[in-house]
């Protein structure tokens, strides 16, 4: 690394629009390590993550500094030119000082008058920026003529987050007076980085050096470090560009779902590690290769007659750029894919349409819905793998109809898994399933599995410790239809998982008439109405969290939910429902079942005629103690039969 060279240096040497000669001293002689020039230019690559920093590192940040001058630690840039720097490693840090003394200029600039000019940071995925910064970080300060236009630039949605880090400056009042931000104000320029330059336009070199100091024991970003090695691997500009067209894919991703980059419904990191064990780990040589979250190895191997070491890069391990590259194009092209089926709404959008040419309009709306439920459900992680696997087997748009059908058994065994999965063994053998290339007889053989007589005892007590445990999840009654969905229509035979009826199907999804959701055991308000015209029971607070259980709700029209059920008790709706003689008006046989359990259950032996305080204290003890017993065994039960069902359309095939 001949052509790396760095050295400390005062914060004002580097980050002010100062002329200065960087120099280090050795026996007692002077010698010049770098020199930067005025009115040099640091840029922010487009492929560097978005600014991360939560405003409770920012005032860490400023709490150190408002004590005296601190080291911040390295910096590291490739040069392109006696002015113009990229910033390989410190964009978070250098974003947020310039945003400091930004803070200071516009506050203060009429007291402090000798604050010297900034050298310019350029942001590249927000060309924008500067535009932004001199509007103090604020949108609705910039001219309404092109606010839409710096609003656009911003293409990683960073907009947000730094005009949060800039108010919440305030917050801490550490810069509240005049003395205050002069004070601060000469510790930051004494503030010393050590700047690490490649003078190597090519930024492998920097990367490589950026991975080198960062993995001496100091925990990184998964996302930075799988990019790290990327790039120390490969740094040419096509590489590069993917990588941001797949970053902006992803952001636009989490747009549609309604969520933060941070709070993300499938992590970007995930979905490369999926990729990477669906298109890459699935060939032959690379067949002894199992990698963690954090892209690492679990236990030593060879590949192609090298060997590695627990906790090396899988990405050291590939050693091959076009795979890589593979999967930086193919998951754009399925994070794309998955946007377009979000928007839908319940649609199928043409990304599908075109690639499911072979199956009829509702079967592919019914794909969609699968994929989508999936693919939101934040609690269902390593199940999201057999949907990618899904779609690289028909992406080529030439899938067979039988091929564009095995989704069905993708969203049967995701549905078990969140049932009665067991998070290590079965994820080890999803993971196994997805490196395979005939992973769908392996997925049948894994369904089955689940119903053979060895594992029914301990699914049934996994499954009953988990919806019997305080789940708070708002989804879970859509769990339930995807449970209710596989009960009514799913089979399965000897080689595939297939469905009674896809118009059935599709009208159980979307009819909400016929199939509206009922809170049945528990109601959703918490309250019962036990005498007409009075005030409802209000259910203890640790009562009204059943509400939400997986197997709380069942599917009814909605005129008989609305007028036949209302808000009684459980066992009061079972009545009504016996003297309004419309049982037959229930469609769905997943909710027959539950009211099967139901009828001999829950039988409420309090009197109510008046709820006066006596009647109360029964209810309450009813509720706090009897009602516990019987929900769990209601429960039991219910997994009970579930087993039953499955394993008997299992053998009847």
């Given at each position: 690394m001949s052509n790396i060279k760095g050295t400390i240096t005062t914060l004002r040497q580097f980050l002010f629009n100062v002329e200065s000669e960087v120099k280090t001293e050795v026996n007692g002689v002077k010698y010049p390590i770098i020199y930067f020039k005025k009115d040099r230019i640091l840029s922010v690559p487009d492929y560097q993550r978005e600014i991360r920093w939560q405003k409770e590192t920012l005032f860490s940040l400023m709490n150190d500094i408002s004590r005296g001058s601190k080291f911040l630690g390295n910096i590291i840039l490739s040069s392109s030119g006696e002015k113009d720097f990229e910033i390989i490693d410190g964009q978070q840090r250098l974003v947020s000082l310039n945003m400091l003394i930004t803070y200071i200029k516009s506050n203060y600039s009429k007291q402090i008058t000798d604050i010297d000019e900034l050298v310019t940071i350029n942001v590249n995925c927000f060309d924008k920026f500067s535009i932004f910064r001199d509007a103090d970080y604020t949108l609705r300060n910039v001219d309404e003529s092109i606010r839409e236009d710096v609003k656009k630039s911003d293409k990683l949605g960073q907009i947000k987050i730094l005009s949060e880090l800039y108010s919440s400056i305030s917050a801490e009042k550490i810069l509240d007076t005049v003395a205050k931000a002069e004070s601060f104000l000469e510790n930051l320029k004494k503030c010393t980085l050590n700047v690490i330059v490649s003078d190597d336009e090519d930024i492998k070199i920097s990367t490589e050096y950026y991975i080198d100091v960062n993995l001496k024991g100091i925990k990184l970003d998964t996302e930075d470090i799988f990019k790290g090695y990327l790039f120390s691997q490969d740094s040419s500009k096509e590489i590069r560009d993917c990588w941001v067209e797949l970053k902006e894919s992803w952001m636009k991703f989490n747009e549609r779902c309604n969520c933060k980059p941070e709070k993300s419904v499938y992590s970007l990191t995930k979905i490369l590690e999926h990729y990477i064990y669906c298109h890459v780990l699935s060939k032959p040589e690379y067949k002894d290769v199992s990698i963690n979250e954090k892209f690492t190895l679990d236990s030593p191997c060879e590949v192609n007659g090298t060997k590695y070491y627990l906790g090396d890069h899988v990405i050291k391990v590939i050693r091959n750029n076009t795979y890589m590259k593979e999967v930086l194009v193919g998951s754009k092209k399925y994070i794309d894919c998955l946007t377009e089926i979000i928007a839908a709404d319940g649609g199928a959008p043409g990304c599908i349409r075109d690639l499911l040419k072979n199956i009829e309009n509702n079967e592919v709306k019914i794909i969609c819905n699968f994929i989508k439920k999936t693919i939101l459900d934040k609690t269902l992680i390593v199940p999201k793998i057999l949907i990618l696997k899904y779609y690289l087997s028909i992406c080529d748009g030439k899938a067979k109809k039988a091929t564009c059908k095995n989704l069905y058994a993708v969203y049967f065994y995701n549905v078990l898994f969140m049932l009665f999965g067991d998070?290590?063994?079965?994820?080890?053998?999803?993971?196994?399933?997805?490196?395979?290339?005939?992973?769908?007889?392996?997925?049948?053989?894994?369904?089955?599995?689940?119903?053979?007589?060895?594992?029914?005892?301990?699914?049934?007590?996994?499954?009953?410790?988990?919806?019997?445990?305080?789940?708070?999840?708002?989804?879970?009654?859509?769990?339930?239809?995807?449970?209710?969905?596989?009960?009514?229509?799913?089979?399965?035979?000897?080689?595939?998982?297939?469905?009674?009826?896809?118009?059935?199907?599709?009208?159980?999804?979307?009819?909400?008439?016929?199939?509206?959701?009922?809170?049945?055991?528990?109601?959703?308000?918490?309250?019962?109405?036990?005498?007409?015209?009075?005030?409802?029971?209000?259910?203890?607070?640790?009562?009204?969290?059943?509400?939400?259980?997986?197997?709380?709700?069942?599917?009814?029209?909605?005129?008989?939910?609305?007028?036949?059920?209302?808000?009684?008790?459980?066992?009061?709706?079972?009545?009504e429902l016996t003297k309004s003689k419309r049982s037959s008006e229930i469609k769905c046989e997943y909710s027959k079942m539950i009211m099967g359990i139901v009828k001999d259950m829950f039988a409420d032996d309090v009197k109510v005629t008046d709820l006066n305080e006596a009647e109360q204290k029964e209810l309450e003890k009813y509720w706090l103690v009897t009602f516990k017993y019987e929900y769990s065994h209601f429960t039991s039960l219910v997994i009970d039969m579930l087993l039953d069902h499955f394993s008997s359309k299992e053998k009847d095939k």
């Open positions: 998070k290590k063994s079965d994820a080890e053998n999803i993971k196994k399933i997805s490196r395979s290339t005939e992973y769908y007889p392996e997925l049948v053989r894994a369904i089955k599995n689940f119903f053979d007589d060895g594992n029914i005892s301990e699914s049934r007590q996994i499954a009953i410790a988990k919806w019997n445990s305080n789940y708070e999840n708002e989804a879970l009654q859509y769990k339930c239809k995807s449970l209710a969905t596989i009960y009514n229509y799913f089979t399965i035979n000897n080689e595939s998982v297939e469905i009674s009826s896809s118009d059935d199907v599709y009208n159980f999804l979307s009819d909400e008439d016929v199939y509206s959701i009922e809170h049945f055991i528990v109601n959703g308000s918490g309250n019962i109405t036990y005498v007409e015209d009075q005030d409802g029971y209000e259910l203890p607070d640790s009562v009204k969290k059943y509400s939400a259980y997986i197997f709380n709700f069942i599917f009814v029209p909605k005129s008989i939910n609305n007028n036949v059920f209302k808000n009684y008790s459980v066992r009061k709706k079972m009545e």
